[in-house]
């Protein structure tokens, strides 16, 4: 995709273009997101706007059509590409993108038109157990309403965030291509939360628990998980193993719970422990 990413970079009319046509389409969101990160990520955040507001406008409609993904993950992939390009910190970003997705999932952003009434009107005629289930929760004082909200709210942030994530990674993997290459590599291999940035989260967990904030505690994890994630990566590298380490890794982190919870604890470790720089120092 470096091509195509280097014709885009030959102009705003050409990223604009390319933004506007990916974002018409609706799995190709993620495209049109990377497109005006690697503009604002190389250009800054004024000489990209153009491209940002070509991106938009399809992804505007969609919105209004009720897909909220594919405007929401432009808006926090170009905050967090500002916030990387002004800070050169993977983690700052990653903080700031995390926070204002929590802040969307609180204001009930990702919710259907109709609220989650008719979802669970759906699922009760559409199967008996699961009737049965939301019965027996009712019967026992849960607010099944409001439980909805917070599972489809939660679950619509999270997948939002990666998202968002995932394009900025990939508009700087563009941008290290074609101006600095093996830099993404390097920088994302030393991405690490300093220990301030770990106390922050937590302390952000925590008040969201005590202030019935469950956005907070829901997506908070989220960049600890990519600094575990960038971890493995690291070592990885610095080991010189086969990249199937690297997709046997991806496979259980994707299908296996007690897997993303390892990578939680590794990367929380990481943060005292420093692995990367013991490793390279014991080489």
């Known amino acids: 995709m470096l091509p195509l990413a280097r014709w885009v970079m030959r102009g705003t009319p050409h990223a604009a273009g390319a933004a506007v046509l990916a974002a018409l389409v609706p799995w ?41 993904i594919p405007l929401a993950s432009l808006l926090l992939v170009t905050l967090m590409a500002v916030v990387l390009r002004a800070r050169m910190r993977w983690s700052e970003a990653l903080i700031a993108g995390t926070l204002v997705a929590a802040a969307l999932v609180q204001f009930g ?10 979802l669970l009107e759906q699922l009760r005629q559409s199967s008996t157990e699961i009737g049965g289930m939301l019965d027996q929760l009712s019967a026992q004082g849960v607010a099944t309403e409001q439980l909805a909200i917070l599972l ?3 679950i619509t942030g999270l997948i939002v965030t990666l998202a968002a994530i995932a394009c900025l990674a990939l508009a700087r993997s563009w941008q290290a291509g074609l101006y600095n290459p093996g830099g993404f590599r390097a920088e994302f291999h030393a991405l690490r939360l300093q220990g ?13 628990a005590l202030l019935a904030v469950p956005a907070l505690p829901m997506l908070g994890w989220v960049p600890l998980l990519v600094s575990g ?46 692995f990367r720089a013991r490793l390279a120092r014991s080489q």
Not at 61 to 68: A, E, M, P, S
Not at 109 to 118: D, W
Not at 233 to 243: A, E, P, T
Request: hydrophobic letters at 65%.
């Open 109 to 118: 952003v990702f919710l259907p038109p109709g609220g989650a009434g008719p």
């Open 152 to 154: 489809i709210g939660g």
């Open 229 to 274: 994630v960038a971890l493995v990566h690291g070592l990885v590298g610095l080991k010189g193993m086969n990249g199937l380490w690297l997709v046997a890794f991806y496979v259980l982190l994707l299908t296996t719970w007690p897997m993303i919870l390892i990578v939680l604890l590794l990367g929380c470790l990481d943060t005292f422990a420093d």
């Open 28 to 68: 190709l969101f993620w495209f049109s997101a990377a497109v005006a990160a690697l503009v604002t990520l190389r250009r800054g955040l004024a000489p990209a706007l153009p491209v940002i507001v070509a991106a938009a406008l399809p992804t505007g409609w969609w919105w209004v059509q009720g897909d909220t």
């Open 196 to 208: 301030r940035e770990l106390a922050l989260l937590i302390a952000l967990t925590v008040i969201g």
